[in-house]
């Protein structure tokens, strides 16, 4: 995953989506998932969500205009202009499966590598994104003489909202960050410095375990690491939102990346070894 920093373009639609996602979720918690896209001049909403009631997109979009002013005015938009496209009462949101694969390493924050969180610590927030894939890769929308030991990726043009943001807790997120929970304290036990889980919120009938995978360099097999975790963490997202998330605001997400979360805690790591 990205870290993205908060108040330039990449960073203005996923704030937006969770806006919005937050105001629609004051109708009794409905699934959820917001995408926004920025052109110019329009940002545009789409996505769908089993509440019934529609949002007044107008006001609350004046109302994020003012919370972000000043981030906006530097970046030279001067109002919000929206195209409304959210599919509202998709009851079908909550009978869907479930399934996500997300990827981790072993860092103080698993959902970023340690070399992204080096390059953010001690380097100015002068690019958009800050991403890793065999090197460091900086999002940037501005010719400078580029070091060859980062690529570059050119984002002139739109700009575009992805998970987690704008995706309210029962639709992924709460998953996201239960898996982001486990590889914290997996990657202590299991000698590894990266790792993907495949979620999914379907029970096996035969174990009653959810069918889940995980993918590690760990010098440990992957069956082995996947029985440890399903003998100690019980995948009961529901609790795990009472006991980690209750007062955690996820609209502040993104202002928060570095911060510490609640989830990620070692109370678990007694209980993980491997026969």
């Keep these: 995953m990205k870290y993205i920093y908060p108040n330039y373009r990449i960073g203005i639609v996923n704030k937006f989506a969770d806006y919005i996602m937050s105001e629609i979720s004051k109708d009794g918690n409905p699934y959820t998932e917001i995408r926004v896209t920025q052109f110019e001049p329009f940002f545009v909403v789409e996505g769908k969500t089993s509440s019934k009631k529609i949002i007044d997109l107008d006001s609350i979009k004046e109302s994020f205009f003012e919370k972000m002013k000043s981030q906006l005015s530097t970046l030279g ?19 869907e499966k479930k399934e996500f694969c997300f990827e981790f390493f072993n860092s103080v924050r698993p959902i970023f590598h340690e070399r992204v969180l080096n390059y953010v610590y001690n380097h100015s927030d002068i690019w958009e994104a800050v991403d890793y894939t065999d090197k460091l890769l900086i999002y940037t929308n501005e010719y400078i003489e580029k070091p060859i030991d980062y690529s570059f990726k050119d984002i002139r043009g739109s700009r575009q909202s992805e998970f987690p943001y704008g995706y309210s807790l029962n639709n992924g997120r709460s998953a996201f960050y239960y898996c982001e929970y486990i590889a914290y304290q997996l990657f202590k036990a299991i000698k590894a410095t990266n790792m993907s889980i495949k979620y999914t919120d379907v029970i096996d009938e035969e174990t009653n375990d959810p069918i889940i995978d995980i993918l590690s360099n760990s010098p440990y097999m992957n069956e082995k690491i996947k029985s440890m975790v399903l003998d100690v963490f019980d995948f009961n997202i529901q609790r795990f939102e009472k006991k980690y998330l209750k007062g955690y605001d996820i609209s502040n997400d993104l202002d928060t990346q570095l911060e510490t979360k609640p989830w990620l805690v070692g109370d678990k790591i007694s209980e993980l070894y491997i026969i």
């Design 77 to 95: 938009i001067k109002n919000i202009n929206t195209i409304d496209l959210i599919k509202y009462d998709c009851e079908y949101l909550h009978r």
